[in-house]
């Protein structure tokens, strides 16, 4: 009998086996109350409404060009935050990865 696929096998998505923590990549306790301000306030997916016209409730606060940790001047400036949902920081997340 064969086993069922991951999603992360059907779909193709690597993550590095090294990847560090989110609490070690910065996302700590500072970013935990900046993300939940910015949530409350802008609380559904941007993509979702400008893509499809519908409204989705928020799960994450992504940073709209990469940042490379808390000491990155962007990481808590929140002209490069946007909401989204999961599926659509799945979306963005590989694509970037893809390049």
Request: proline residues 5%; positive net charge; aromatic residues 8%.
């Amino acid at each position: 009998m064969s086993r069922v696929k991951s999603r992360r096998e059907r779909f193709g998505l690597k993550r590095p086996d090294d990847r560090r923590t989110a609490t070690e990549r910065g996302y700590g306790g500072r970013w935990a109350r900046v993300s939940k301000r910015w949530r409350e306030s802008n609380p559904n997916c941007a993509l979702c409404w400008e893509r499809e016209g519908i409204v989705t409730p928020v799960d994450l606060v992504d940073h709209i060009e990469a940042v490379s940790g808390p000491a990155d001047p962007r990481f808590f400036d929140e002209t490069n935050f946007q909401s989204l949902c999961r599926r659509c920081h799945a979306i963005k997340t590989h694509g970037e990865t893809l390049g």
